[in-house]
C-alpha cells in the first residue's frame, strides 16, 4: 500500500565540509563541522529553523564535547522534539540514522529529520602538540580502542581496527584461493579506483591519483602497517572533516517548492551484527552479517545489483569492499564508491557514510536511478546497507523493522571455544604481522585452531625469527591451513606462547 505524502521520506539536503587552514590548530572542531556541513545542506534555511529531530554521529578528536546534537540545534537556530547522539563512534552510523530518519517520517514521528557529524583529528592533534611535547604523537583511534581494562588480546596487539582486519584479509584470500600477489593485485585496483573518483571530486581529501604498483608496494613514503596492508591501504583518520543531510516527507518537501528531479527517495535498510568479541566469531573468512545486510537490503527493495548505478562500498580496508562485493555479485571493473573511500576521500571516523549520502544524491540528482550504500563499524561488527534513488517506490513498506540478526543467525557456524595460553599443535586459521613506524617488523600474531578445530588461540612469532616472518609474508606458501605448535617462550610473558611452524 502506497503511502500518503506527508508519510513519504526523501533527502531533500546535503552538505559537506573540508577545513584545511594553513595552520591546523586553527581548524574547527567536530561540532562546528557538523554545524558548517549542515548549514550548507540548508543554504536556503528552508528546513533548519522547523526540524523535528536532530541526529549526530559520534566523533572522538574533541570528547569534552560530550552528545553534540543539542549543541548542533542550538547553532543552527532549531527547537527539535529530539536531539540525540549514536552511542559510539561507528561507521555504521549515518545509513543507520538515514534508515531510522526515513521511518520515523513514515511514522508520522517527524515532518523533518537532520543527521550530521564531523571529525576534527586534523586540529585535535595539532592542538595537542603545541600543548605538550614537540615529539607527541597522538593515535587517537587507538587510544579510543583500548579505554578499557585490558584484554588478553591485547598482548598480541590486537586493539584497533588495524590489527583486526588483517585478520579478515588473510583468512578470505586463502578462502578465495587467491595467491597472495593476486590479492594485493585486487586491493590495488579497487584502490587506484578510489584515488581517481577522489580525484574528481570537491569533498574529497587527497587529490593523487595512485596506480596499483605505487599502492601495493611498500616502501619509506608507503610504509607496511599490519600485513598485508600498507598506509595507502588504510583509512586516513588525519582530517578535519563534516557532513551532513536532512531527510522531510513528500509533502513538505513539495511545499517548499523543491523540484522532484532533487528529491531522492529512501527504500528499506538492513542491519546485522558480528559478536562484539572478536575471537567469539565462527569463521574470518567470511562474515554473516555482512552478508545477511547487503543481500536483504536488496531483497526488501525487490531489486538486484544489475539495478544499482552507483554503489559505496564500505572501504576502511580492502577486505571490506572485497568481501562486499563477492556477497551482491559487484564486478571488480565498477566502480565501488562514488566519494573516493576512506584513504583518498577521507576517513573521519564514524562519519565517512554520511560523505558518502551526500555525493550518493549529488550523483542521483543528475543521472541514475538508484544507489546503494554499504556501511561498517567496528571491527567488521556492525554493518547497514540501504538503497536510496529516484524511485518513489523506494517507500512502499516503510516504516520497517531494519533488524536481520535472527536470520544472519541462522546461517552462522560453529564458534571456536577461545583459549588463553594454550600450548600444542595447532593451524592457522589466521594471521597478521605488525610493524613499526620506521617499516620495521614489532611482530607477526598467529590465529590458530586445534586440531580438531574446537579451540581457537593466540601466538606470536617474534621479529628476531626471520624466516618465520618470511614465511607469512613472502607469498611463496600460503600459511593459512599449515600446522605447527604453540610454545612457552624463553621468557615466561602473561601467558602468550610463540608459534614454531612443522618444517616436515
Same mark, same amino acid.
Given at each position: 500500500?502506497?503511502?500518503?505524502?506527508?508519510?513519504?521520506?526523501?533527502?531533500?539536503?546535503?552538505?559537506?565540509?573540508?577545513?584545511r587552514?594553513?595552520?591546523?590548530?586553527?581548524?574547527?572542531?567536530?561540532l562546528?563541522?557538523?554545524?558548517e556541513?549542515?548549514?550548507?545542506?540548508?543554504?536556503?534555511?528552508?528546513?533548519l529553523p522547523?526540524?523535528?529531530?536532530?541526529?549526530?554521529v559520534?566523533?572522538?578528536?574533541?570528547?569534552?564535547?560530550?552528545?553534540c546534537?543539542?549543541?548542533?540545534?542550538?547553532?543552527?537556530?532549531?527547537?527539535?522534539?529530539?536531539?540525540?547522539?549514536?552511542?559510539?563512534?561507528?561507521?555504521?552510523?549515518?545509513?543507520?540514522?538515514? +534508515?531510522?530518519a !526515513?521511518?520515523? @517520517?513514515? #511514522?508520522?514521528? &517527524?515532518?523533518?529529520? %537532520?543527521?550530521?557529524?564531523? /571529525?576534527?583529528?586534523?586540529?585535535?592533534?595539532?592542538?595537542?602538540?603545541?600543548?605538550?611535547p614537540?615529539?607527541t604523537?597522538?593515535?587517537?583511534?587507538?587510544?579510543?580502542?583500548?579505554?578499557r581494562?585490558?584484554?588478553?588480546?591485547?598482548?598480541?596487539?590486537?586493539?584497533?581496527?588495524?590489527?583486526?582486519?588483517?585478520?579478515?584479509?588473510?583468512?578470505?584470500?586463502?578462502?578465495w584461493?587467491?595467491?597472495?600477489?593476486?590479492?594485493?593485485?585486487?586491493?590495488?585496483?579497487?584502490?587506484?579506483?578510489?584515488?581517481?573518483?577522489?580525484?574528481?571530486?570537491?569533498?574529497?581529501?587527497?587529490?593523487?591519483?595512485?596506480t596499483?604498483?605505487?599502492?601495493?608496494?611498500?616502501?619509506?613514503?608507503?610504509?607496511p602497517?599490519?600485513?598485508?596492508?600498507?598506509?595507502?591501504?588504510?583509512?586516513?583518520?588525519?582530517? +578535519?572533516?563534516? !557532513?551532513?543531510? @536532512?531527510? #522531510?516527507?513528500? &509533502?513538505?518537501?513539495? %511545499?517548499?517548492?523543491?523540484? /522532484?528531479?532533487?528529491?531522492?527517495?529512501?527504500?528499506?535498510?538492513?542491519h546485522?551484527?558480528?559478536?562484539?568479541?572478536?575471537?567469539?566469531?565462527?569463521v574470518?573468512?567470511?562474515s554473516?552479517?555482512?552478508?545477511?545486510?547487503?543481500?536483504?537490503?536488496?531483497?526488501?527493495?525487490d531489486?538486484?545489483?544489475?539495478?544499482m548505478?552507483?554503489?559505496?562500498?564500505?572501504?576502511?580496508?580492502?577486505?571490506m569492499?572485497?568481501?562486499?562485493?563477492?556477497?551482491?555479485?559487484w564486478?571488480l571493473?565498477?566502480?565501488?564508491?562514488?566519494?573516493?573511500?576512506?584513504?583518498?576521500?577521507?576517513?573521519?571516523?564514524?562519519?565517512?557514510?554520511?560523505?558518502?549520502?551526500?555525493?550518493?544524491?549529488?550523483?542521483?540528482?543528475?543521472?541514475?536511478?538508484?544507489?546503494?550504500?554499504?556501511?561498517?563499524?567496528?571491527?567488521?561488527?556492525?554493518?547497514?546497507?540501504i538503497?536510496?534513488?529516484?524511485?518513489?517506490?523506494?517507500?512502499?513498506?516503510l516504516?520497517?523493522?531494519?533488524?536481520?540478526?535472527?536470520?544472519?543467525?541462522?546461517?552462522?557456524?560453529?564458534?571456536?571455544?577461545?583459549?588463553?595460553?594454550?600450548?600444542?599443535?595447532?593451524?592457522i586459521?589466521?594471521?597478521?604481522?605488525?610493524?613499526?613506524?620506521?617499516?620495521?617488523?614489532?611482530?607477526?600474531?598467529?590465529?590458530?585452531?586445534?586440531?580438531?578445530?574446537?579451540?581457537?588461540?593466540?601466538?606470536?612469532?617474534?621479529?628476531?625469527d626471520e624466516?618465520?616472518?618470511?614465511?607469512?609474508?613472502?607469498?611463496?606458501?600460503?600459511?593459512?591451513?599449515?600446522?605447527?605448535?604453540?610454545?612457552?617462550?624463553?621468557?615466561?610473558?602473561?601467558?602468550?606462547?610463540?608459534?614454531?611452524?612443522?618444517?616436515?
Amino acid at each position: 500500500m502506497a503511502l500518503a505524502e506527508d508519510r513519504i521520506p526523501v533527502i531533500v539536503g546535503v552538505g559537506q565540509v573540508n577545513d584545511r587552514p594553513e595552520e591546523p590548530a586553527a581548524g574547527l572542531d567536530s561540532l562546528g563541522l557538523m554545524v558548517e556541513a549542515l548549514r550548507r545542506a540548508d543554504e536556503e534555511r528552508k528546513w533548519l529553523p522547523g526540524l523535528s529531530a536532530v541526529l549526530t554521529v559520534a566523533q572522538i578528536a574533541f570528547p569534552d564535547l560530550g552528545d553534540c546534537s543539542p549543541k548542533v540545534a542550538e547553532a543552527i537556530g532549531a527547537t527539535p522534539s529530539l536531539c540525540r547522539q549514536t552511542k559510539y563512534p561507528m561507521g555504521d552510523s549515518p545509513v543507520r540514522l538515514l +534508515n531510522e530518519a !526515513a521511518n520515523m @517520517i513514515a #511514522a508520522g514521528e &517527524a515532518t523533518s529529520v %537532520a543527521i550530521t557529524g564531523g /571529525e576534527a583529528l586534523r586540529t585535535a592533534a595539532a592542538r595537542a602538540r603545541e600543548a605538550g611535547p614537540k615529539d607527541t604523537k597522538v593515535d587517537a583511534v587507538r587510544a579510543s580502542s583500548i579505554a578499557r581494562k585490558q584484554r588478553y588480546t591485547d598482548l598480541f596487539r590486537l586493539t584497533s581496527p588495524v590489527d583486526i582486519y588483517p585478520l579478515y584479509e588473510n583468512a578470505c584470500r586463502a578462502e578465495w584461493g587467491q595467491s597472495l600477489e593476486e590479492a594485493q593485485r585486487e586491493s590495488g585496483q579497487i584502490w587506484s579506483d578510489f584515488s581517481r573518483v577522489a580525484d574528481g571530486n570537491d569533498g574529497a581529501w587527497i587529490h593523487a591519483p595512485r596506480t596499483v604498483e605505487e599502492i601495493i608496494t611498500a616502501d619509506a613514503s608507503n610504509r607496511p602497517i599490519s600485513f598485508p596492508y600498507t598506509k595507502l591501504m588504510v583509512a586516513n583518520s588525519s582530517v +578535519n572533516q563534516g !557532513a551532513a543531510f @536532512i531527510v #522531510a516527507n513528500l &509533502a513538505a518537501a513539495k %511545499a517548499a517548492g523543491m523540484a /522532484e528531479s532533487d528529491l531522492i527517495y529512501i527504500g528499506r535498510g538492513a542491519h546485522a551484527e558480528e559478536p562484539a568479541n572478536v575471537m567469539a566469531r565462527d569463521v574470518f573468512s567470511h562474515s554473516v552479517s555482512l552478508s545477511e545486510s547487503l543481500s536483504k537490503a536488496l531483497e526488501f527493495n525487490d531489486l538486484t545489483t544489475e539495478d544499482m548505478d552507483y554503489a559505496e562500498l564500505y572501504s576502511c580496508f580492502p577486505c571490506m569492499p572485497k568481501m562486499a562485493r563477492r556477497v551482491i555479485g559487484w564486478p571488480l571493473e565498477k566502480p565501488m564508491s562514488v566519494f573516493g573511500g576512506l584513504t583518498f576521500g577521507g576517513g573521519p571516523i564514524a562519519n565517512y557514510m554520511s560523505h558518502a549520502v551526500v555525493e550518493m544524491v549529488l550523483r542521483l540528482r543528475t543521472s541514475g536511478r538508484y544507489g546503494f550504500l554499504f556501511a561498517n563499524g567496528g571491527f567488521a561488527t556492525y554493518t547497514h546497507s540501504i538503497v536510496i534513488g529516484r524511485d518513489p517506490k523506494l517507500a512502499d513498506g516503510l516504516p520497517h523493522d531494519f533488524d536481520v540478526q535472527a536470520a544472519a543467525e541462522t546461517s552462522r557456524g560453529a564458534v571456536p571455544a577461545f583459549e588463553e595460553g594454550y600450548q600444542g599443535e595447532g593451524v592457522i586459521e589466521t594471521y597478521t604481522v605488525h610493524y613499526k613506524r620506521d617499516g620495521s617488523v614489532r611482530f607477526g600474531v598467529i590465529v590458530g585452531r586445534t586440531p580438531d578445530g574446537a579451540k581457537r588461540f593466540l601466538a606470536k612469532i617474534p621479529a628476531e625469527d626471520e624466516a618465520g616472518i618470511a614465511f607469512l609474508t613472502d607469498g611463496a606458501v600460503e600459511p593459512v591451513g599449515t600446522t605447527g605448535q604453540a610454545l612457552p617462550g624463553a621468557e615466561a610473558e602473561q601467558n602468550v606462547m610463540y608459534w614454531e611452524r612443522n618444517l616436515a
